[in-house]
């Protein structure tokens, strides 16, 4: 049984290709997270949930969505959490280990950097959550991991913590055998798919792979 997908639009940058505006469609819960809901109504695309504190969004456009009986959670701007982790927490909270996030890169580099240190909670590398933009798809490895994509993309693979150990790797141009990969080091950027798939295995620490498509998919 295939797992039910949520589709969070946060607002940095996003560009639309035929591909993620077919993910935003077809999520089972696709919530705006703040600005996020611009990018959404560019794309014609209504939300079941708008949360955050509302800093960007005109006052106007937020009643327009309440009057369309879209859930709002609004939350006061004095909090301890960004936008989007209450939005992780909440869709978490649901029961959805499927989440595709959209328009988390570029603007603020504290916010990319933030997000991108967010996904590494142990409660969410357990998950299935993956950032998405135009070029490349940005996730954190299970111990086991699986990758799809085209002879040619590349894959990075980025420490985060101090070491990652045990690192097996299938199916890449440049393959690792049991070895690790330490944070200070650049050893794990750009490998390259030898095929339509590719296998990580790794036995402790925490890696983030950078999957950058060989061609854009409009």
């Given amino acids: 049984m295939s797992k039910k997908k949520t589709a969070i ?9 035929e591909r993620l505006q077919g993910m935003l469609q077809q999520a089972d819960l696709l919530v705006a997270v703040d600005g996020g809901l611009n990018h959404l ?6 939300p079941h949930l708008i949360i955050g504190d509302f800093d960007s969004i005109r006052p106007e456009l937020l009643a327009d969505y309440i009057k369309k ?7 006061n701007p004095h909090k301890n ?16 280990e499927q989440i595709d996030v959209f328009g988390a890169t570029g603007g603020r580099f504290d916010h990319f950097l933030g ?5 590494s909670d142990p409660r969410y590398v357990e998950k299935e959550i993956k950032i998405w933009s135009k070029s490349n798809v940005t996730f954190y490895c299970q111990t086991n991991q699986e990758i799809k994509g ?17 690192i097996t790797t299938e199916g890449l141009l ?7 990969l330490v944070r200070w080091r650049t050893r794990g950027i750009s490998n390259e798919m030898e095929s339509t798939d590719a296998r990580i295995q790794f036995q402790k620490g925490s890696l983030l792979c950078v999957h950058i498509f060989r061609m854009e998919v409009d």
């Fill in 9 to 17: 639009m946060v607002n940095g940058e996003f560009e639309p290709t």
């Fill in 115 to 119: 997000n991108i240190f967010l996904f």
């Fill in 174 to 180: 440049y393959p690792l055998n049991d070895e690790t």
């Fill in 69 to 75: 009986g879209v859930e709002i959670k609004k939350f």
């Fill in 81 to 96: 959490e960004t936008d989007l982790e209450l939005a992780l927490n909440h869709v978490l909270d649901l029961g959805f």
């Fill in 150 to 166: 085209q002879k040619g993309d590349l894959i990075s693979l980025i420490p985060i913590t101090t070491e990652v150990t045990g």
């Fill in 41 to 46: 109504v560019y794309l014609d695309l209504l």
